[in-house]
């Protein structure tokens, strides 16, 4: 069975920080292309990083230069550092592969930033 679960969230203050972690099972992270996606009250799911298999990434505007994705193939996990935390950026954070498969969604990760 695979399984993909999120990890890390919390409330914080702006400005401040949280690692998202996220681990999987039944599957090999390092052959897989993986992205961390978001939710906001109100609005569609969307992506705000991505890694390749070769550990190229990519990010959307509004979260570049403030959050770094990365991998760990021997632990196989994908994080998701997040500096500058804005209000903006609540939502609840899923990982999923890149483009995102509708079976691999887990719970995700509350994160919630106060102003």
């Known amino acids: 069975q695979v399984q993909l679960v999120e990890s890390g969230g919390g409330l914080v203050q702006a400005g401040g920080s949280l690692r998202l972690s996220c681990a999987a099972s039944g599957m090999r992270l390092s052959i897989n292309a993986m992205g961390w996606y978001r939710q906001a009250p109100g609005k569609q799911r969307e992506l705000v990083a991505r890694i390749s298999s070769f550990s190229t990434t990519a990010y959307a505007d509004s979260v570049k230069g403030r959050f770094t994705i990365s991998r760990d193939n021997d632990k196989n996990t994908v994080y998701l550092e997040m500096n500058s935390l804005k209000p903006e950026d609540t939502a609840v954070y899923y990982c999923?592969?890149?483009?995102?498969?509708?079976?691999?969604w887990g719970q995700g990760t509350q994160v919630s930033v106060s102003s």
């Open positions: 999923n592969t890149y483009p995102r498969s509708n079976d691999l």
